[in-house]
Nanobody, 122 residues
Framework: QVQLVESGGGLVQAGGSLRLSCVAS????????MGWYRQTPGKQRELVAT??????NYADSVKGRFTISRENAWNTLYLQMNSLKPDDTAVYYC?????????????????WGQGTQVTVSS
């Protein structure tokens, strides 16, 4: 399986920047996609950005402000967050989707980190 550990959250003023990191361990060679999601109390977890070998995808609310990237194959994932707004306040979670099994019977598993709090003050 894959284990994920996030870091880099904190308190920042509106207009500021933060960089989140996610370190993956375990069966990282099985990873096909990674991403960042966020959640606020009483709301469902929502997609922020994802990355595959084919490219990246962003929620409309963060396009042009956030950048997702990875290095060392799938061992480290980043989320550079610029021009932060109070609406970006949330717990941010790292996600990895892994593929297991032979081609004709592939199954996919989700792994999640513990989350890191991002608070943007106005």
């Amino acid at each position: 399986q894959v284990q994920l550990v996030e870091s880099g959250g904190g308190l920042v003023q509106a207009g500021g920047s933060l960089r989140l990191s996610c370190v993956a361990s375990g069966r990282t060679r099985s990873i096909e996609k990674m991403g960042w999601y966020r959640q606020t109390p009483g709301k469902q977890r929502e997609l922020v950005a994802t990355i595959t070998s084919g490219g990246t995808n962003y929620a409309d609310s963060v396009k042009g402000r956030f950048t997702i990237s990875r290095e060392n194959a799938w061992n480290t994932l980043y989320l550079q967050m610029n021009s932060l707004k109070p609406d970006d306040t949330a717990v941010y979670y790292c996600n990895a989707v892994s593929a297991y099994g032979p081609v004709e019977r592939t199954y996919y598993a989700d792994s999640w980190g513990q989350g890191t709090q991002v608070t943007v003050s106005s």
